[in-house]
């Protein structure tokens, strides 16, 4: 095999694989609007509870992945269930708590709150991605010790670096000064 069919290979393998990931986001996004619908009628089908159960758990789910998309994608769907459970936990009893609950109410109560949260991340994506400003995908601010990916000596800007944060400062105590460090990185003197 040529390196050129190789290539053509690999780039059709991974083009089906993203057809494939469209088609599923598509028939759970149906599910879960079937589930939505059959729970918010009178509808008597066999159907009515597991598509419901599923619109409550993919929902915020759904919203919670969006608002994680520095995590790997085994770390972002951990957590983003585990959140979902929480956001139908709270708000069962929530509406436990003030005399409030119906079946249907929470429905609309969950898909409100994920709408919400799906809203609220496309509108702070919608400008700031790159920029360092609320709701977007902003840089890091790097220690003075070098980059956050290590390539860089004391000093060197690196692309973790936020716009507009302080340049390190020469000559003083080791690392700059005073200031904090953030997660992973690395210190080269």
Do not use: K, N
């Not at 670096?161 to 302080?166: I, N």
């Amino acid at each position: 095999m040529s390196h050129d069919q190789y290539i053509h290979d690999r780039s059709g393998r991974a083009r089906a694989g993203d057809d494939s990931r469209a088609l599923l986001a598509g028939a759970a996004t149906a599910v879960a609007g079937v589930g939505a619908a059959l729970a918010l009628t009178d509808g008597t089908s066999v159907l009515r509870a597991p598509f419901t159960v599923f619109f409550l758990l993919a929902a915020p789910a759904a919203a919670l992945a969006a608002a994680l998309p520095r995590l790997d994608p085994l770390s972002r769907t951990v957590v983003a269930l585990v959140g979902a459970l929480a956001v139908d936990l709270l708000t069962a009893q929530l509406m436990l708590a003030t005399h409030a609950w119906s079946a249907r109410g929470g429905v609309v109560a969950v898909g409100a709150l994920s709408l919400a949260g799906l809203a609220a991340r496309a509108i702070g994506a919608g400008g700031t991605r790159g920029a360092g400003g609320a709701g977007g995908a902003g840089g890091i601010v790097r220690a003075a010790g070098g980059t956050a990916d290590g390539t860089g000596g004391p000093g060197a800007a690196g692309p973790y670096e936020a716009p507009g944060a302080p340049a390190p400062v020469p000559g003083g105590e080791e690392g700059g000064g005073d200031r904090l460090e953030s997660p992973g990185v690395r210190r080269d003197g």
